[in-house]
Every structure is written in C-alpha cells, then in structure tokens.
T-cell receptor, first 114, second 114 residues
Framework: QQQVKQSPQSLIVQKGGISIINCAYE??????FPWYQQFPGKGPALLIA?????SEKKEGRFTISFNKSAKQFSLHIMDSQPGDSATYFC?????????????FGTGTRLTIIP | DTAVSQTPKYLVTQMGNDKSIKCEQN?????MYWYKQDSKKFLKIMFS???????INETVPNRFSPKSPDKAHLNLHINSLELGDSAVYFC?????????????FGPGTRLTVT
C-alpha cells in the first residue's frame, strides 16, 4: 500500500524554468514532510522539509507548498539549473515519530536541459 | 572526511549465501538506520537503532539481522540470500530520533544476487 503518491515519475525542464513535483498522502497522522535529493550513485540528502502548521516554506530556489485540506504538498524549483538534475523523493512521517517512520514517495527523475 | 561510510560498495553473490554490509558514522549521532532501495528506486526503511537498541523493524524477514556493536556502527547481516534481495542498501544516521533531526545517508551498497 503506497501511502505517499508522487508524480510525475520523470520530468524534463529547460534551464531557467520551474520544476514542479507533486505528492499526495492519505494518512492524516502524517505531520512532517521532507524532500530528498539523490544524485546517481549517491545516497539521498535532505533538501527541505515542512510541518503542516505553515502552507509554504522557501529555501533559496526551493519551495514547498503544503495544502493540508487536500492532503497534498509539492516541491517547486525556481530557475532550474542542470545541476538540479537528480531524483527527488517526497516523504512523510506520522505525529510522534520522526525519521524512524518515514514513508517515501516513488521518486521523480528530474532532467534539466540547457 | 566521510560522514557515513559503507563497505562494500558492490556485492555480487549467489543465492543461498550469507553476506554482511558494514556501516560506520563519524558524526557522533545516536540513531542509525538501514534502508532498501529497489530497482524502481523505491526507498523503504528496514531498521532503526537508537543508542544501539533496535527501535523499528519494518516487517523485514528474519534472514536480515542488524547488529550495532556501538553507536557509531550498524552492520547488516543477510542469511540465505534470495534473488529478491538484490537492491541498493543505504545506511543513514541522525543526531537523535524524532522530528527535526536530519538524516545523513551513506553512499549505498549495491547487492546483486545471482
């Protein structure tokens, strides 16, 4: 049972464009929503995370938008660069737990073309 | 300085064999994890350890046995390897359990069972 659904599976964006990756969840107990970035041959690395008490969090060119009522959250990458080409995973964790109960989405392979 | 290291990086073995993967972190973290990433890039937590104590076992077969000799090490031993065990295994660590503690992933061990 996939508790966090991620789309699209792959995404191609031109340099300078906006990359948008979406995730939806069903478990209303989820309370922590991180995004991870993974380059080929490397382990995932935390990119940005949000709690549901805010609707948006921005760090540099990366923004998480969160819609609690729709149980959806998304990652926006502004001014996308070739160095952003990687696989991105959304994740969610239930209240009273942290990393030890993280459920990951299926990943989005992002390619930024010059 | 490598924060989370794993050995070996690649492991090719036959069905029925027993193998181990070692993980070490030099970050002084209390919590360590094992993840499995399958061929479709789906990332799923297997075990969580805090201060050498098992805190999460996500319905992993008994053939998988983690061992934490000290807080800096979490090894994974797999008995009677099966074809379905082929995957990339990631070790990770965080300062503590719970929210707000970033996970640091190792580079992964690609296990191929033939």
């Amino acid at each position: 049972q996939q508790q966090v659904k991620q789309s699209p599976q792959s995404l191609i964006v031109q340099k300078g464009g906006i990359s948008i990756i979406n995730c939806a969840y069903e478990n209303t107990a989820f309370d922590y929503f991180p995004w991870y970035q993974q380059f080929p041959g490397k382990g995932p690395a935390l990119l940005i995370a949000i709690r549901p008490d805010v609707s948006e969090k921005k760090e540099g060119r990366f923004t998480i938008s969160f819609n609690k009522s729709a149980k959806q959250f998304s990652l926006h990458i502004m001014d996308s660069q070739p160095g952003d080409s990687a696989t991105y995973f959304c994740a969610a964790s239930p209240v009273n737990f942290g990393n030890e109960k993280l459920t990951f989405g299926t990943g989005t392979r992002l390619t930024i073309i010059p | 300085d490598t924060a989370v290291s794993q050995t070996p990086k690649y492991l090719v073995t036959q069905m029925g064999n027993d193998k181990s993967i070692k993980c070490e972190q030099n970050l002084g973290h209390d919590t360590m994890y094992w993840y499995k990433q399958d061929s479709k890039k789906f990332l799923k937590i297997m075990f969580s350890y805090n201060n050498k104590e098992l805190i999460i076992n996500e319905t992993v077969p008994n053939r998988f046995s983690p061992k934490s000799p000290d807080k800096a090490h979490l090894n994974l031993h797999i008995n009677s390897l099966e074809l379905g065990d082929s995957a990339v295994y990631f070790c990770a660590s965080s300062q503590d359990q719970g929210f707000g503690y970033e996970q640091y992933f190792g580079p992964g061990t690609r296990l191929t069972v033939t």
